[in-house]
């Protein structure tokens, strides 16, 4: 594919909702990371995919939040019970391995109302 | 605990001045820095250095990092207006984490 694609490129939900974000990395690519990214603040690291499963999740700040890669393919970051705490920018990158630059998409920014 | 820190938090010049960017770091299992330019949302990736004294050099930027200091810059010569984002400087380790900067705000006025 041509990079990575973020969907949707905006979404505004209510507090207490559940919502989900979409990440397609480049074709080929086996290492997927997911950042999120507050105003004024570098991207802060959530979770990190190695193929189909979550090589280091440290980064989830609680377990309202939560993530898959069933084929190690597409990704989607699952929140539940939103808070108005969780507007950011989440960033999805990937690289062809671990060891390898990381291409950034263009990110979900998400408001909670 | 890993930290990247970067310095200026922000900096305003006019077009045409050079600019040096500072960032200093301390990674666990060290094994890269990158550079990542930020417009709008989401980071584009400018260099990856792994190697001490060796510069990369892409048109009017250039970076070299220093791992005696646990450092490195990023150059801009002869700014433009283009130039103006979000500079993040970037630790990784060898498990393939990452440790982001807070980023240094460049403006470039005309």
């Known amino acids: 594919g041509a990079g990575v694609s973020q969907t949707p490129s905006n979404k505004v939900t209510e507090k207490g909702k559940y919502v989900e974000l979409r990440c397609d990395p480049i074709?080929?690519?086996?290492?997927l990371y997911w950042y999120r990214q507050s105003l004024g603040q570098g991207p802060e690291f959530l979770i990190y995919?190695?193929?189909?499963?979550?090589?280091?999740d440290s980064g989830l700040p609680n377990d309202r939040f939560f993530a898959v890669r069933p084929e190690g393919s597409v990704s989607t970051l699952k929140i539940q019970r939103t808070e108005r705490g969780d507007s950011a920018v989440y960033l999805c990158?990937?690289?062809?391995?671990?060891?390898?630059?990381?291409?950034f998409g263009p990110g979900t920014r998400l408001t909670v109302l | 605990e890993d930290k990247v820190v970067q310095s200026p938090l922000s900096l305003v010049v006019h077009e045409g001045d050079t600019v040096t960017l500072n960032c200093s770091y301390e990674?666990?299992?060290?094994?890269?820095l990158l550079w990542y330019k930020q417009e709008k949302k989401a980071p584009t990736f400018l260099f990856m250095l792994?190697?001490?004294?060796i510069e990369k050099k892409s048109g009017r930027l250039s970076s070299i990092l220093d791992k005696k200091e646990l450092s490195s810059i990023l150059n801009i010569t002869a700014t433009q207006t283009g130039d103006s984002a979000i500079y993040l400087c970037?630790?990784?380790?060898?498990?393939?984490?990452?440790?982001f900067g807070k980023g240094t705000k460049l403006s470039v006025k005309p």
């Open positions: 990158a990937s690289s062809l391995t671990s060891a390898d630059t990381q291409y």
């Open positions: 074709s080929g690519h086996t290492a």
């Open positions: 995919f190695q193929g189909t499963g979550a090589a280091d």
């Open positions: 990674v666990t299992n060290f094994r890269s």
């Open positions: 792994t190697s001490s004294g």
């Open positions: 970037v630790g990784g380790g060898s498990q393939g984490n990452l440790i």
